[in-house]
């Protein structure tokens, strides 16, 4: 067999397997993102809630373009734990915990 031969012959079989192995590209089309991008996510009138609506709708893709199918209403509660204390017993440091 000749060397050019051999180089397509193994091209063919890496394309064959590649396919069989549930190999996806990179930059694909997946098939949930259409259903993501309609979710609409309610949360609580807040800073936080607004954060975490803004960082949602960013991942799910959604653009407002298209009704929503589902909706997600979350809730959010902030504790803050002191850490360090002062001589006055004030806090100088805050765990905080969402």
Known sequence: MMPGGRRLL????????????????????????GALSRIAVTTPDDRLGYRLREQLEDAFGRDGAQAPLYRLATEVEHKRRPLGRRIDDTASRYEPTV
């Open 10 to 33: 193994l091209a063919l079989a890496g394309t064959v397997l590649l396919s069989g192995c549930g190999f996806t590209p990179l930059y694909g089309e997946a098939g949930v993102s």
